[in-house]
């Protein structure tokens, strides 16, 4: 999931310097401010996901660290993200 999250953040990142390049900087035209902002709206969302997928990482470790049965909760998880997915 971690890694989806970082391969996107870069496309994203990618296609805002090529947007750039190919249409001009954002200051030009309010059709590519738009989509300028647009774009680092994305990033700025997947920057979050980011952000909560290594706080829950840092939880799970604390958690092992400690001699928790981590199991039942990553199951949970697991069948949650089937859930969205289908």
Do not use: C
Not at 5 to 24: H, N
Not at 28 to 47: E, F
């Amino acid at each position: 999931m971690v890694w989806n999250d970082i391969t996107s953040k870069l496309a994203i990142s990618s296609a805002s310097v090529f947007l750039r390049i190919s249409v001009g900087d954002s200051r030009g035209s309010p059709m590519s401010a738009r989509l300028d902002q647009m774009l680092k709206a994305a990033v700025d969302a997947d920057g979050q996901v980011l952000r909560s997928a290594a706080a829950r990482l840092d939880q799970l470790l604390e958690d092992i660290a400690t001699g928790k049965d981590v199991t039942h909760d990553l199951k949970r998880r697991r069948n949650w993200q089937k859930r969205g997915d289908g």
